[in-house]
């Protein structure tokens, strides 16, 4: 998908650019609120005409600047004396060159989420109240498309914090070793939250002490073994709560393990708690310290790590049973093995029904019973995922949503617990014959959201427990499947987003571009030499924002599979001449040499006209950015049988762009065909790009039922090929 930084930075980038073009400005900052945990942060900073990323991201003061005196009183701001103003404010100054400022608040619907400011190091300008009511408008106009980024990113985060829990999750299953077990869950909880430190306790089952077990950091490791009294700590209150707590205060706070930081100096800013609880049983605790980018734990984090520490918990006891040696135990190594087993069906897909399936197929075989259905809970139903031997009762089902009017399962959707009836009346079961009723919640953490029900015709029997275990596997899959079914969801919503974005921008570069070329042509007055170069400035900036509007919205089409292609039987040649005609000013402004290879006549290619265009004008323009003073360049088309996709059309229309330029490492290889991959090397680097065009005619290839590739050396040139089915008939 689209990388959220890159899109929301985009976003920014592309108001900063908007607002330097109307009103002049040598510091230009976006500072934003964050509600939740009370502090300014700056989105945007460019100060002195130069973006400073490491000021961004990083809470200060209320008392800083008049940003955020901005944001709290959802007023605007002018002066031109800003350092004056500041300290008629009490303030201290964010800018020790500043004269001329102004700052006006970010509205969303009823909430000011943030200020668009800008400054001038120019003592000779004055800002004006014309130039305020532009900015307030500016500020407006982009406030929406702001929040809609950040809960973008937001959601992105999220995203990936959920694959990367899938996959680690993944990990803990595969091993039953406590040590290394403990360490790897440690390092994956202090990881995914980028933290400096962290620990792991265990519940001492005789005491209830808590014991160190691993711990990650600079926390001192002579810790290990060390016990704490219940109810001691942080640690001890998610004991006695049953569940997280946070602390985002200094290493004085008195619920803070006394002598663990003198001992080792460490300092701990903040500080999250969470239960390892299984069952009812509280086993453990995971400790995380200070987060990296300096930023207080929050309820996004909070519900994080508990998600972790659910499956951590799981997992430890599984290692723990598996370790125990006693002979009456034997069996349950043996359940261990068939969990292990299990728990590879479940994680190797992402897909509900086969989730529900494979806890189904394992209930039946493990418990003996004959028939059995297991579903989710929806709307005080339950909505049935996979059944066996019960197609008579199920088959009418509308739309497989059934009653919760049994017993069993209504007193299993009551308690929590498991339910197990000898029942002889029918209407407390399904199927007449069956002699047991066994129905099994389905919990996540305290929550029952589906239910297991079997029923079998004997007396024997079941063991309750695995039953219990089986399901409790089961949920940390749907869970995950439904995890999936959101990210889905999310990705929808960012290329929707990004489409947005891409087509409310449209309109202001339009009008930019129209009235930069009517200032420049003399419509409204005769333009110097100097007033011509800084509109051919701007003219250049929005036909460059212009091309990563368009990339931007391509893409979001391509990835939501709304792009569509109108195919039908097209001229090869014509096109060729079209698009090459369209260089030949640049290319012999430039003193390169344009070869063209083609055979006298060509069968029509079954394509979309336009789009076909598109990839070899952009194959084109590489060549041509790419290529040096007085290079070659060779465009060629052939038809030819499809040795290149076995696959695909039995004979296609076969073209390349070769150049002389200066070709690609080895690594840049490997990524070329990336969403915004920009080469390291110094050469590409001063051709300007988006990385999303290669990208995008990949996929147009690709749609279009052809095929792409390349040869490159370094230094010496690059040859793209593609294909295009031969139109038949």
């Known amino acids: 998908g689209v990388n959220v930084t890159l899109t929301f930075d985009d976003v920014l980038e592309l108001i900063y650019a908007q607002t330097a073009q109307i009103i002049p400005t040598s510091h230009f900052h976006i500072t934003l609120y964050n509600k939740d945990s009370d502090y300014y942060y700056y989105g945007f900073c460019l100060e002195n005409n130069e973006r400073i990323p490491e000021r961004e991201n990083q809470p200060f003061s209320a008392k800083t600047g008049l940003g955020p005196e901005v944001i709290r009183k959802s007023r605007p701001i002018m002066t031109q004396d800003y350092i004056r103003e500041c300290q008629a404010r009490g303030n201290t100054p964010a800018l020790e060159n500043a004269f001329a400022w102004m700052g006006v608040p970010l509205n969303a619907a009823a909430e000011t989420i943030g200020a668009l400011s800008i400054g001038s190091r120019d003592g000779s300008i004055t800002y004006t109240r014309g130039q305020l009511e532009l900015l307030q408008a500016i500020a407006d106009q982009t406030a929406g498309a702001i929040v809609k980024a950040r809960l973008l990113e937001e959601t992105e985060q999220r995203a990936h914090q959920l694959s990367t829990l899938n996959e680690i999750t993944r990990q803990l299953t595969s091993t039953l070793e406590l040590n290394p077990l403990l360490q790897n869950i440690l390092e994956n909880a202090v990881g995914i939250l980028n933290c400096e430190a962290g620990s792991l306790f265990l519940v001492d089952e005789q005491t209830d002490e808590l014991v160190f077990q691993v711990t990650v950091g600079p926390v001192a490791s002579n810790l290990i073994g060390k016990r704490l009294a219940p109810g001691t700590g942080i640690v001890g209150r998610a004991v006695q709560t049953r569940g997280p707590v946070i602390e985002n205060e200094d290493q004085n706070s008195l619920s803070r393990f006394k002598g663990i930081d003198m001992q080792t100096g460490f300092v701990s800013r903040s500080l999250m708690a969470v239960p390892l609880q299984v069952k009812d049983r509280i086993i453990g605790v995971i400790e995380v310290i200070n987060r990296r980018d300096g930023l207080p734990f929050v309820q996004n984090d909070e519900t994080l790590l508990n998600a972790f520490a659910g499956q951590a918990a799981v997992a430890i006891e599984n290692a723990r049973l598996y370790t125990l040696t006693d002979q009456e135990l034997a069996e349950r190594v043996e359940e261990l093995s068939v969990m292990q087993r299990i728990d590879r069906e479940l994680n190797a897909s992402l897909e509900m029904d086969r989730a529900m399936r494979i806890t189904l197929d394992w209930a039946l075989r493990q418990s003996g019973a004959g028939a059995g259905l297991i579903g989710i809970l929806a709307d005080e139903k339950l909505r049935v995922m996979a059944h066996q031997g019960l197609d008579e009762q199920i088959q009418d089902l509308p739309e497989m949503m059934m009653k919760i009017e049994l017993p069993s399962m209504l007193r299993a959707v009551e308690t929590g617990l498991p339910q197990q009836d000898v029942a002889e009346a029918s209407k407390s079961k399904l199927l007449v014959a069956s002699h047991n009723q066994m129905v099994i919640p389905i919990r996540r953490e305290t929550t029952v959201i589906g239910l297991l029900y079997l029923e079998s015709m004997s007396d024997t029997q079941v063991d309750i427990d695995f039953l219990t275990r089986l399901t409790d596997h089961a949920a940390i899959a749907i869970s995950n499947a439904q995890l999936y079914d959101e990210v889905q969801r999310a990705n929808l919503a960012k290329s929707d987003f990004v489409s947005f974005v891409a087509h409310e921008l449209k309109n202001p570069m339009t009008s930019i571009k129209g009235y930069t070329e009517l200032l420049a042509g003399g419509a409204v007055g005769q333009v110097n030499e100097m007033q011509g170069n800084f509109l051919q400035t701007i003219k250049s900036n929005v036909e460059r924002m212009s091309t990563l509007v368009s990339d931007l919205n391509d893409n979001s089409k391509i990835e939501a599979g709304r792009l569509r292609l109108e195919y039908k039987a097209t001229d090869v040649p014509d096109l060729i001449d079209e698009v090459v005609r369209g260089f030949t000013r640049q290319i012999e402004d430039k003193k390169q040499v344009l070869e063209l290879k083609a055979p006298n006549t060509l069968p029509p290619m079954w394509a979309d006209r336009i789009r076909v265009g598109q990839v070899l004008t952009n194959l084109v323009s590489n060549a041509f950015k790419y290529t040096p003073e007085g290079g070659t360049i060779q465009v ?76 490159s050396e370094y230094r010496q040139g690059t040859t793209f090929h593609f294909t295009v089915p031969v139109a038949e008939g």
């Open 636 to 711: 060629g088309v052939e038809e030819s049988a499809n040795q290149w996709d076995p696959d695909g059309a039995p004979r296609v229309i076969h073209l390349w762009v070769k150049d002389s330029g200066i070709g690609m490492t080895l690594e840049d290889q490997q990524k070329i065909f990336q969403k915004f991959f920009r080469s390291e090397d110094p050469k590409a680097r001063e051709v300007p790009g988006t990385g999303l065009g290669l990208n995008i005619t990949k996929s147009l290839v690709e749609m279009q039922g052809g095929r792409i590739w390349f040869e």
